[in-house]
């Protein structure tokens, strides 16, 4: 059995991580409301542009729309994986990497990567090619950042850099869960125009020029969602890492704690036995 200092020692140890792991909680939880919020008003947003651009489309000329919706052989892809630039966060970030890992065994084509996360990129800029690292975005983060990089990602695109964008992320289900997605940026789906959507509107400007603005808006809400989606989920996945981090150590505390007391008893009790065999020694002499 440890000596009393011993456990004494690991005792103060554990109640200080404690003390982190417990301020950390309430640190993420209160980044949480924040980013919850966010992401909550985005969503109504990215919706609304996604019915607008059927509206349009239903009434424009396909021609109008290929920039960015036209399919073709696919022979280079582009990942845009979203993770966070600190750990303490769970799975959070591995299971973004596992997913990557994934993805890239089941593609034949040639591959580039636009990591957003310090853990991203950490994982993977030895093995495969970074197209671009955007982990200072997290720094100020907004949606004129987000919109830079993926302006260029869209120009590479129209240039035929790459044939297909995907975005890989955590999506945001609520403080304790995370859903790991993969989602297809580039070419985009045009929604199915449905019998609510096909209404002979007149437009003004042209159909040709509201889908010129709104189809690259939809694109950069897109990425941009990806990201608060994530900045949500990292928080909540710090925060029920923490909680069960402080909770693990109240355990492992209170464990030590009986064991510190039972062994100050046997010390107590063979001091005492000591005292007592002494005594009856000295009596006999």
């Known amino acids: 059995m440890a ?3 011993e456990i004494r020692g ?3 140890s554990i109640s200080s991580t404690m003390q982190i792991t417990s301020a950390m909680k309430m640190v993420a939880a209160a980044k949480l409301k924040k980013a919850q919020d966010a ?3 985005l969503r109504p947003y990215s919706e609304k542009l ?3 651009i059927e509206n349009v489309s239903a009434n424009a000329d396909p021609e109008q729309v290929a920039t960015y919706t036209v399919q073709r052989e696919v022979k280079n892809v582009l990942y845009i994986v979203i993770t966070s630039n600190r750990g303490l966060a769970g799975a959070f970030n591995s299971s ?3 997913e990557l890992n994934l993805q890239l065994k089941k593609t034949t084509q040639s591959y580039e990567i636009l990591t957003v996360g310090k853990k991203v990129y950490d994982a993977v800029w030895k093995n495969t090619k970074v197209y671009d690292n955007q982990s200072a975005i997290f720094d100020h983060l907004s949606f004129d950042k987000v919109a830079g990089f993926t302006a260029q990602v869209m120009k590479d695109y129209t240039e035929g850099k790459f044939d297909q964008v995907f975005v890989i992320y955590n999506k945001f289900i609520n403080a304790a869960t995370q859903q790991v997605i993969t989602e297809q940026v580039l070419p985009i789906a045009m929604p199915e125009v449905t019998s609510t959507a096909a209404v002979d509107y007149i437009f003004e400007p042209s159909a040709k020029e509201i889908l010129e603005n709104l189809i690259p808006k939809s694109i950069k809400t897109q990425v941009y969602k990806a990201v608060l989606d994530s900045v949500a ?3 909540g996945a710090r925060m029920t890492a923490m909680h069960k981090a402080t909770d ?3 355990a492992l505390k209170n464990d030590l704690v009986i064991t510190y007391n039972k062994a100050r008893q046997a010390a107590i009790t063979n001091e005492i036995l000591e005292i ?4 009856e020694a000295l009596k006999g002499n």
């Open 248 to 250: 693990n150590a109240g």
């Open 39 to 41: 992401i909550v008003m």
């Open 276 to 279: 007592v065999s002494g005594a």
């Open 3 to 5: 000596n009393l200092k």
């Open 10 to 12: 690991r005792i103060t």
């Open 50 to 52: 996604t019915e607008l």
């Open 96 to 98: 973004v990497v596992k």
């Open 233 to 235: 989920a990292e928080h």
